[in-house]
């Protein structure tokens, strides 16, 4: 039971984390957007649902990578992971909720502007990425680093 509640955490703060991270990227590629294209003359309207959208975006993305982590890689210590495949893994998570999105509405007959696909797919793909390689590269500098002649730590139960 204890395992699996630790799983459960970990998987939480992962989605949690990438939520907070890709609701600040929506927020700033949002705001670059609205400096360059001709939208809406207030700012504030916009921007909430976009930063909502990428957030919810994040969540949902973030508890898919900690699902590829824990089934695929739920045996290996961090120190085998390479940032660059979880770079990888985290763009297919990351690209999970657009398509969902266009699929689902192509089903239901809504149209979508090719150019929002685009920025939607491709901001949604490097957000993935990025906080895919950024996840694996957080959680290993907070590994110990052995000395020569040291073994492998574990915490004990109850610590």
């Known amino acids: 039971m204890k395992a699996i509640l630790r799983k459960l955490r970990g998987g939480l703060g992962t989605a949690i984390t990438w939520a907070v991270t890709w609701g600040l990227g929506?927020?700033?590629l949002y705001s670059f957007l609205h400096l360059l294209s001709p939208g809406p003359a207030f700012?504030?309207?916009g921007v909430?649902?976009?930063?909502a959208i990428s957030a919810a975006s994040g969540f949902v993305g973030g508890t898919?990578?900690?699902t590829v982590l824990s089934t695929f890689y739920g045996r290996r210590n961090l120190a085998d992971l390479s940032p660059a495949g979880m770079g990888f893994w985290g763009t297919l998570c990351g690209l999970l909720v657009p398509s969902g999105i266009f699929g689902i509405g192509s089903l239901v007959g809504v149209g979508f502007q090719a150019t929002v696909a685009v920025?939607?797919?491709?901001?949604?793909?490097?957000?993935g990425a990025l906080t895919g390689y950024?996840?694996?590269k957080l959680a290993q500098s907070g590994q110990p680093?052995?000395?020569?002649?040291?073994?492998?730590?574990?915490?004990?139960?109850?610590?």
């Open 26 to 28: 929506g927020f700033g």
């Open 43 to 45: 700012f504030f309207p």
């Open 48 to 51: 909430f649902p976009a930063t």
């Open 64 to 66: 898919a990578f900690s």
């Open 119 to 127: 920025i939607m797919l491709a901001a949604m793909g490097v957000f």
């Open 134 to 136: 950024g996840t694996i």
């Open 145 to 159: 680093h052995l000395e020569d002649g040291d073994s492998d730590w574990m915490l004990e139960d109850g610590e």
